[in-house]
């Protein structure tokens, strides 16, 4: 239910729609006005150890509308917070949610996920990313240095949590589902100066799960708002290039499963599309559902809809890939 404010907040930019009424969920209640408690008492694990990456250059921007908590602006210091389960499988999760690299939805994109992931025996980690448009230098590097670093952080404190640290996946939300798909093309790509022995450690997830993926940059297939506050106003073709993750879908490239709906108004199915077109090209696993209805932003799903099946499929799916 939070969903359906967070595509009326993203709606500013003008180029998302709010969701038609048949993808609305049967109600909706404002989102809280405080954090959640789950959030509040989780473990949490700072990214670096000192100031991240271009850190002098960090610019807080003005919120409007004073949103919701729950939607995690001006982020300066970049963590993920641990949600472990009664009885660890060995299995984890970083879990990137979504804001169109304007804010960062850690309710129905982050605890949602680690609460329907961790009966399974799943640790999960969620990752609050800095947002490229507070002014960090090489901006449409500085989600991925976060994420390729909480990667390395994970796998090194992987005895600490009792997972296998080579069985590390990702899932990514809108977003954070692009940013989840440039992690599993680009992992290897050397985007800051090595901190510490963390960064010799591999960035590269075991798989990949895109739930309602920007996937290209490209116009005008991509989401507006996410290429605008990623690359800035008026981006070279070399910077919509290297940031379109289907461009760099190689043999090297994780499994990848993918969920979208055909109704979304705010990220065309047609970024899933082409990201599993370039998987089958490149001979890679991948699954994909897609759906008749959801809409955008609905999480681990709408209740008594296909949409809430995914989460179930994609444990299934990461058991049959082990």
Known sequence: MKAVRRREF???????????????????????????RAWIEASTIPLW?????????????????NPSPIFVHNVSRPDIRVFRPARPSGRALLVVPGGAY?????????????????????????????????????????????????????????????????????VGFSAGGHLAATLATQHSEPTYARVDSIDDLSARPFAAGLVYPVITMEMPVTHELSRKSL????????????????????????????????DDAAVPVENSL?????????????????LQEGG???GVGWPRTPSESWPALFLTWLDRNR
């Not at 370039?278 to 994909?288: G, I, Y």
């Open 49 to 65: 150890p000192d100031e991240p990456p271009g850190s002098g250059s960090f610019a807080p921007q003005p919120v409007r509308d």
């Open 274 to 290: 082409r990201y599993l077109n370039a998987m089958r090209e490149a001979k890679r696993p991948v699954e994909a559902h897609l």
């Open 102 to 170: 304007s804010f960062v939805s850690i309710a129905n994109e982050g605890l949602d996920v680690a609460a329907r992931m961790t009966p399974s025996g799943v640790t999960v980690f969620v990752l609050t990313y800095r947002l490229p448009g507070n002014g960090w230098k090489n901006r449409s590097d500085v989600p991925l240095q976060d994420a390729q670093r909480a990667m390395r952080v994970i796998r090194a404190n992987a005895a600490r949590f009792a997972i296998d640290p080579k069985g590390v996946s990702v």
């Open 231 to 262: 690359l800035g106003e008026s981006p070279d073709v070399a910077d919509i290039v290297r940031r379109s993750a289907e461009r760099h879908v190689d043999p090297d490239t994780p499994p990848s499963f993918i969920v979208h709906a055909f």
């Open 10 to 36: 993203l709606s500013w930019g003008g180029t998302l729609l709010v969701a038609k009424a048949a993808a609305q969920p049967p109600s909706a209640s404002p989102p809280p006005t405080t954090l959640p």
């Open 296 to 298: 955008h932003a609905f």
